[in-house]
């Protein structure tokens, strides 16, 4: 590989260590609470090996190798330096890297998709290893995967015959995106939800689902067949439903849930809890429904969480779920401003570009907190989540808001802003954070819980008047396209459908970020139009921060494959596209140099309400008519050609991207133990490195 191309391939040097600051919160807790938070933290850090295994073959054995590293030195890693004689750079290279592996559960970045690898050479890395015969094995294990590959397409996930890696489909070198296809239409129309499960290919052509479980004979299945044979293009050949992957980690996870089960303060927890751990025990995906059909009924608790095979984001199919897990405390302030915008999104949501026909019946008010986060273990942790992701729940019987305020507010040392005019700065630096909440809330509450899916629910039954179907705004001609019967949005807009829902999203935030009432309710102005008071100050450093996005996206579309590998910047370079779209009155890159050193966006802030608006109102009318009627020809069409990277993007802007790319956020997370007394206590970290892999290290039950 090109030394160009490698260096962006190398783990961030530093990487930003901040503190998930919960101790507040914890404490305030009582002692019952406190037993609920600490076993589903348990449960959540339980299931980390998955998220290892999802992430790539070797990361579950590099993960074993830092802990036993760690262990050797009982954290004494400058003692370890001198026994091995390895320099100051090449631990901190090796802490460095460790760090990031942590934080992103595996070798592949949980936002980005591309491989990271150590700076550290790996002779030095062995001398590191060489105290000890053991450690030195799993070295020699892990010593070439840890690296570059001759293979750049190994360097990134995806399809495996892309090129690419993909543990959603083990052992499988050989399996197409056509089988894929194939297998997962057939099994959608058997009813069977693919979220827990893993495919893979065997002799002669025939197939195995793998489905987590703790139990290798469940007492409960959604489906009674356990092996079934296929039609259409792979007639005749098998697929056999296997139990019990990931079965120790499952156990623990329900056994964690069964304890965390005792101390629930009400009967919804009680029954959540125990519908999760049956879920963790059988494989059933209907008992996972059941646990969010509970967990959107408990409304305001004090412990808030959620867990289990939730985000399709890394499964290059957009089906399989990622495992993660959070516990978190409600902060009650903030979330009385959540509560007002609920309250005003029956007034909001008229202000979308597209008729009542396409919106659902009801808006089905939903709990929206602010929290504060004490676990989130997976690949990496959001700023907001919006879930369940099962359609029928959310159109039928509603869905969850949450904003993460620890994390929304964390800030690192020194950080540098590319691409932001000087003159811009004292804004953006100021308001980037309040900006960022206002289009967090919109985004989660209103983008992802808008629109309605119009649906053939069962046969010759619709969710719409059929015979007088209401008319497209972009076509102003009756609609065509519906779901038909078993189909879902995630089955029929397949992997480009996390990253459109995304940018349809983003794109509902823009858009009523501009409504200065909705401001009011973050307490920014008096509700009255004013783009150069407070509020207007907030809606401006909401839109630079888009456009900003938009260009540091690029760091993320990888030249050779011509793929994006993160779904969130994919859409917000279409935004990017859209404001630019509206002319260079508004919006425009600025630059004098050939090279593009010194790029810089200018925004017209006096042009957001008269063009920056109505171009992000006119892609959100597509993106949500094609979703609400399943027209996945014209909505993969039109997000292919707003996504795509011509020349210019590629060759002169992302090389400048690449050049200022900024390290990303990594949170040191506390834990919790249960005293000699039966009191549970709060065990913090420095913000450091060294901080970082302690806290795993004690996380024994990994």
């Not at 008010?365 to 004490?374: G, K, Y």
Request: proline share 5%; net charge negative; glycine share 8%.
């Amino acid at each position: 590989m090109e030394p160009t191309m490698l260096k962006q391939y190398l783990a961030d040097s530093p990487p930003t260590v901040v503190p998930l600051v919960i101790k507040p919160h914890f404490e305030a807790l009582t002692n019952r609470e406190k037993l609920y938070a600490h076993y589903i933290s348990r449960a959540c850090w339980a299931g980390e090996r998955i998220t290892m295994r999802q992430v790539s073959p070797e990361s579950e054995h590099i993960y074993d190798l830092i802990i036993k590293l760690y262990k050797d030195c009982k954290g004494d890693w400058k003692g370890l330096q001198q026994k091995t004689g390895i320099s100051d750079d090449d631990l901190n290279h090796f802490l460095h890297y460790a760090t990031q592996f942590l934080a992103n559960g595996g070798n592949y970045k949980g936002f980005g998709d591309s491989k990271f690898m150590p700076r550290i050479s790996k002779q030095d890395l062995k001398s590191l290893c060489s105290n000890d015969n053991v450690t030195l094995i799993m070295y020699e294990q892990v010593k070439d995967a840890m690296y570059a590959d001759v293979d750049v397409a190994k360097m990134h996930l995806g399809y495996p015959d892309g090129g690419h890696v993909s543990t959603y489909y083990p052992d499988s070198p050989n399996i197409t995106t056509e089988e894929i296809t194939v297998v997962s239409e057939f099994l959608d129309s058997k009813g069977l939800l693919p979220e827990n499960t893993r495919l893979k290919k065997v002799e002669g052509g025939n197939f195995e689902l793998l489905l987590a479980s703790s139990e290798t004979a469940p007492s409960r299945l959604d489906i009674k067949e356990t092996k079934l044979t296929l039609e259409g293009k792979l007639a005749g050949k098998t697929v056999t439903f296997k139990y019990g992957d990931h079965s120790k980690q499952m156990k623990t996870v329900a056994e964690a849930m069964r304890e965390a089960q005792k101390y629930a303060g009400n009967e919804h927890e009680e029954k959540m809890t125990g519908e999760y751990a049956s879920s963790f025990e059988t494989g059933s995906q209907e008992a996972f429904k059941d646990a969010q059909r509970h967990w959107i009924k408990d409304k305001g608790p004090v412990v808030e969480c959620n867990i289990g095979f939730v985000e399709t984001y890394r499964d290059p199919h957009g089906i399989r779920g990622e495992w993660e897990g959070f516990v978190a405390m409600v902060n009650k302030e903030r979330t009385k401003a959540f509560g007002a915008l609920v309250d005003a999104a029956p007034e909001l949501i008229p202000k979308l570009p597209w008729s009542k026909d396409f919106e659902k019946d009801k808006f089905l008010a939903p709990d929206f907190t602010s929290l504060e986060v004490l676990t989130f273990a997976g690949s990496g942790i959001p700023a907001g989540i919006n879930i369940p992701n099962h359609n029928d729940i959310r159109q039928n019987e509603g869905f969850k808001n949450v904003s993460l305020g620890n994390v929304l507010n964390s800030k690192g040392a020194n950080e540098k802003i590319p691409f932001i005019k000087e003159s811009d700065l004292p804004i953006y630096e100021k308001l980037r954070e309040a900006a960022f909440e206002v289009q967090v809330g919109l985004h989660e509450l209103l983008g992802h819980g808008c629109g309605k899916l119009l649906q053939e629910t069962e046969p010759g039954v619709f969710n719409f008047d059929h015979k007088n179907p209401p008319l497209s705004p972009i076509t102003n001609k009756p609609i065509t396209t519906w779901y038909k019967p078993g189909q879902t949005w995630g089955s029929v807009f397949s992997s480009i459908g996390s990253s459109y829902e995304e940018c349809r999203a983003e794109c509902v935030a823009m858009s009523l970020c501009c409504d200065f009432p909705t401001l009011k309710i973050y307490g920014f102005g008096d509700g009255s139009k004013d783009i150069n008071g407070e509020a207007g100050d907030v809606l401006y450093a909401a839109y630079l921060s888009m456009a900003r996005a938009g260009i540091a996206a690029l760091e993320f579309w990888d030249p050779k494959s011509r793929k994006w590998g993160q779904i969130h910047m994919q859409a917000r370079f279409a935004i990017l596209q859209t404001f630019l779209s509206a002319g260079p009155e508004f919006c425009r890159l600025d630059y004098m140099k050939g090279d593009l050193s010194d790029l810089t966006i200018f925004l017209d802030r006096s042009k957001i309400l008269s063009e920056g608006r109505p171009v992000v109102n006119l892609l959100l009318q597509k993106l949500g008519i094609y979703k609400s009627t399943a027209d996945v020809e014209a909505g993969t069409k039109m997000y292919q050609e707003i996504t795509h990277v011509n020349a210019f993007w590629a060759e002169k802007v992302r090389p400048e991207v690449l050049r200022q790319k900024q390290p990303r956020k990594v949170f040191v997370q506390s834990n919790t133990v249960i005293g000699e007394d039966g009191n549970v206590k709060l065990v913090e970290y420095e913000s450091t490195c060294e901080g970082m892999i302690k806290s795993f290290a004690e996380r024994e039950y990994i």
